[in-house]
């Protein structure tokens, strides 16, 4: 389940581009038990990155307080309608996720 | 003519409630399974349940609306010492816990009243319900016998009231012991309680 | 939970029926929705079939909808059931599946990520949307059915002397900072059955309406509700029936 992403990217007539994206991931504190009493390991993200092309949009540090299946969102400048945005993260486990996105207007 | 007697009285006890039939009980026998302390037992109805269960909330006959108030008056436990009130600060943490015979609770923690669930109480606690009445400053009644008798009775079976409450019976069902009870008459009825410092 | 990884599938999406481009809010509730796409779609159990064949009442492997005019009443079992026996029927029915080890954990516990049941209802009920919720209330047992979801609504019972109306049959009211629905109303019954299934949030995964009457079963102190079984389907049926019309807006979010 981990790894997946669902994201959107809306430039507005000013170009002002509205990006979301929601990741499916447990990010677990590694504080909680489970139904047996015994403690669910930390597995959280530890680094998002958003890129356009060569440029770093965002790069976000996250720990164990970011909730689970968590939405990054951000707005930016400097790009035109057709533009691709590539996400990508790894968590404390080396497990990573990547996703896609094409700048539609709206 | 015996006939006609007891079709009347059938129809007359029809007519109280229509709702009073085993379906209710049957389906749920059929519908559920015990787990963790919590059996099936917890399905059949005493009296109250059984006559209150309707969508008026309420005992259709008069008399035996009273009876059962008086009933369940009459069983109210009184503190065994004479010693209506306990700590106010013991009663603090019963209000806010909400656990306590659910089979997802451990059965060896005591169970909380979860007052806060329907009541507020002290005003600077906002997470509170709205099902019943506020309690803040509860305790400008003072502590006559009688309003100490009046709490008491209800915390232990509101239905001595209010026929057909849907207050917990905390005293009647053994959900909380007589110290908890005491320490939440503490809780209402202390001035020093949070509940009226305002 | 081996059995539980493995009949979820990771990465490509087959995804049938509403895809959510102009996806607008954050709910992980697409997650969920779309595993269930491909669960509906993947041959399991000993036949190696899929549920693509599974009647919901409108026909054989007719989803559209369907979740909208549940309950009703079913000929090839003889009863009124919910989606969730319905689903459990087909996995017995068409796939080989056995139905104690389906029910035995239908729904995730602490720690858990998303069951077959929640996925599937999440998919399911996503393709009523907008719909108005239109239980249908011809045959007898779909009456019997009201009438007993009504009795069962209004029961006193456990150690706390709850029913169900101790907290739902009055507007306006609230569970500490809950806001509890009238179920006896349109407005209430229609917002709270046309909400479910729900992302959770504080449980981060999709709750099923069977899921709720079971929890709600537990916070009353009484047992284990079973799922699709005759109290829960009542219960759902007297709800749904009281919503009148009102619209599916499902999944949603919930806290």
């Known amino acids: 389940m981990a790894g997946r992403m669902r994201i959107r990217a809306k430039m507005s007539e000013e170009g002002v581009v509205d990006v979301k994206a929601l990741m499916r991931h447990p990010m677990e504190t590694g504080q909680r038990k489970d139904a047996e009493g015994n403690p669910i390991p930390a597995h959280f993200i530890t680094e998002v990155v958003a890129m356009l092309g060569d440029r770093e949009l965002v790069r976000a540090h996250w720990g164990a307080s970011i909730s689970q299946n968590p939405t990054l969102a951000f707005r930016f400048t400097g790009a035109n309608e057709g533009d691709q945005i590539d996400f990508s993260y790894v968590d404390n486990k080396g497990e990573k996720g990547s996703g896609t996105v094409k700048i539609k207007a709206g | ?198 | 939970m081996k059995k539980l990884i493995a009949t979820i599938l990771v990465g490509s999406v087959l995804s049938v029926g509403v895809i959510a481009d102009d996806w607008d809010d954050d709910n992980p509730a697409i997650f969920f929705s779309e595993d269930g796409a491909d669960m509906w779609l993947e041959p399991q159990g000993p036949n190696e079939v899929s549920l693509e064949e599974c009647d919901l009442g409108l026909g054989a492997g007719v989803v559209e909808g369907a979740y909208a005019q549940l309950p009703r009443y079913f000929e090839d079992t003889g009863k009124v059931m919910d989606l969730e026996a319905r689903l459990v029927h087909c996995m017995v029915t068409l796939q080989g599946r056995d139905a104690d080890e389906i029910t035995a954990h239908p729904y995730s516990l602490s720690g858990e990520t998303g069951t077959e049941i929640e996925a599937l209802s999440t998919w399911i009920a996503e393709q009523s949307l907008d719909m108005p919720i239109q239980p249908p209330q011809d045959h007898d047992a779909e009456k019997a059915a009201y009438t007993l979801g009504e009795k069962l609504f209004y029961y006193r019972a456990g150690t706390h002397d709850f029913g169900c109306s101790t907290c739902h049959r009055q507007s306006n009211t609230r569970i500490r900072l809950q806001e509890l629905a009238n179920l006896t109303t349109a407005d209430g019954a229609g917002a709270a059955y046309g909400s479910y299934p729900a992302y959770r949030v504080t449980q981060g995964v999709v709750r099923s309406m069977g899921w709720r009457m079971r929890d709600c079963a537990r916070q009353q102190r009484l047992p284990e509700m079973q799922l699709g079984s005759e109290a829960s389907v009542a219960l759902q049926v007297y709800m749904a029936v009281n919503a009148d019309g009102a619209p599916m807006t499902a999944p949603t979010m919930k806290r």
């Open chain 2, 1 to 198: 003519m015996h006939k006609l007697l007891l079709s009347m009285v059938v129809l007359c006890l029809a007519s109280l409630n229509v709702f009073a039939d085993d379906s209710a009980y049957n389906a749920l026998m059929n519908s559920m399974k015990a787990i963790n302390g919590v059996g099936l037992d917890r399905i059949e109805q005493d009296e109250m349940q059984a006559a209150c269960s309707n969508p008026q909330s309420m005992i259709a006959d008069p008399e035996e609306s009273e009876r059962l108030r008086q009933s369940a008056m009459a069983a109210v436990k009184k503190p065994s010492d004479g010693v209506y009130l306990g700590d106010w600060k013991r009663g603090k943490e019963i209000a806010a816990n909400g656990k306590g015979l659910q089979y997802s609770d451990d059965q060896n923690d005591p169970n909380g009243g979860n007052c806060y669930a329907c009541h507020q109480l002290d005003p600077d606690e906002v997470a509170y319900g709205t099902l019943g009445p506020s309690l803040t400053n509860y305790g400008m009644r003072g502590q006559s016998q009688a309003v100490l008798d009046y709490t008491w009775s209800k915390l232990w079976n509101a239905t001595a009231w209010v026929p057909c409450s849907h207050m917990p019976r905390f005293g009647h069902n053994g959900v909380l012991t007589e110290q908890q009870l005491k320490d939440i008459m503490a809780l209402l009825l202390d001035p020093e309680s949070p509940v009226n410092k305002h």
